[in-house]
């Protein structure tokens, strides 16, 4: 029989994220490598592991992570925003520090569409007198 896992999506700019959570050792794996190796940057894997700090987690659940899209810091937020619903659907009782802390909200920001007789979104054109 397959072991009980808990779900978990999450989503930021353009990334999605599939976080399944099990009981065990504290093994993190994100996309068939280890959370250090995948996200290299020190921000990016402290930011995933507030998740476990604030539902008292850290070392007794293993976490497999599919994040697709994006780019690093799309794919960090929504790899927290999975592992936060996934953790709260494991045990209703990390639900409530979890959202006091902002984990379970979508970040809603997200790249400006370009505007006609614009460069960008917002940068205007050099404007010349003569």
């Known amino acids: 029989m397959a072991e009980q896992y808990y779900e978990g999506i999450g989503?930021?700019?353009t990334s999605t994220a599939r976080v399944r959570v099990?009981?065990?050792?504290?093994?993190?794996?994100?996309?068939?490598?280890?959370?250090?190796?995948y996200f290299s940057r020190l921000g990016d894997s402290k930011t995933i592991l507030d998740v476990l700090g604030d539902a008292a987690a850290a070392g007794s659940v293993d976490v497999s992570v599919v994040v697709r899209g994006g780019g690093r810091t799309g794919q960090t937020g929504a790899v927290r925003m999975g592992l936060a619903r996934a953790?709260?659907?494991?045990n209703p009782e990390w639900h409530d520090p979890m959202a006091k802390n902002g984990?379970?909200?979508?970040?809603?920001?997200?790249?400006e569409r370009k505007k006609p007789g614009l460069k960008r979104a917002r940068k205007a054109p050099t404007y010349t007198k003569r």
């Open 11 to 13: 989503r930021r700019k």
């Open 22 to 37: 099990s009981s065990g050792a504290g093994a993190f794996i994100v996309n068939g490598k280890a959370l250090d190796e």
């Open 87 to 90: 953790l709260a659907g494991m």
């Open 103 to 111: 984990h379970l909200r979508r970040d809603p920001r997200a790249k």
